[in-house]
């Protein structure tokens, strides 16, 4: 399978031509759409978010990224082999949190072009076409490289952050909820807030944080807008 994540969104052409490619040279591999409003151009909070929705995939996977706020530029392509998951996109700091999380990856610059490459959507005409080829058993040349050669290994990668805003308002954050204890109160744009296990155990309109599906922190409010309340965003800092 083909999962996609990308900053893209679903309005405009830009989904539907890298899908399209995917559906021509790789028409029996099952395809879905993962996220498609992932942080836009931030490759960061894009990247520990990846981190975490990558434990519910099935083995074998392999995860189309694009977060590419750099693309044309002189960034390299990569491909990614972990031990059941496969990936394929820009080495932007994109993959740190990945590669950090999950060991044992054989990490590749992507040494292939395609006869023809724009200079802006390099999902389109280099992404998609090799996770085509990677998904249905065929080599693509490589140049090996070191997890610490990555773009940004070495920069601060903090998960103490807002990293996704959702439709609802509710903010995700890049901290682990395990091991939190449920009275710890936890503080983001100078507002803190305190635990309940879900949205029900608060009156309406009340902000708090929660563990959420994925295991993670997350900021919500009773039928409401936590992001709009207090005024979040993604990178935010979070104190704890």
Known sequence: MIASYTDFGTTGPYLGQMHAVIATQAPRVPRITLMADAPMFDPVSAGI????????????????????????????????????????????????????????????????????????????????????????????????????ELAGYDSNHDSNRVIYIDAYGNAMTGIEADGLSDERTISVNGKALRYARTFSEVPAGQPFWYRNSNGLVEFAVNRGSVSRLLNLRPGMPVQF
């Open 49 to 148: 978010l990846l981190s975490y929705l990558c434990d519910n995939l099935p083995d074998q996977t392999l995860i189309l990224a694009v977060v590419d706020p750099g693309v044309g530029g002189e960034r390299r392509p990569l491909m990614i082999r972990g031990a059941k998951l496969q990936f394929v996109g820009p080495d932007n700091g994109l993959f740190v949190p990945v590669v950090r999380r999950y060991e044992d990856c054989l990490i590749e610059a992507i040494d292939w072009r395609p006869s023809r490459l724009s200079d802006s959507f390099h999902g389109r005409d280099l992404f998609a076409p090799v996770a085509a080829a990677l998904a249905t058993g065929k080599a693509v040349a490589g140049i090996p490289v070191e997890p610490r």
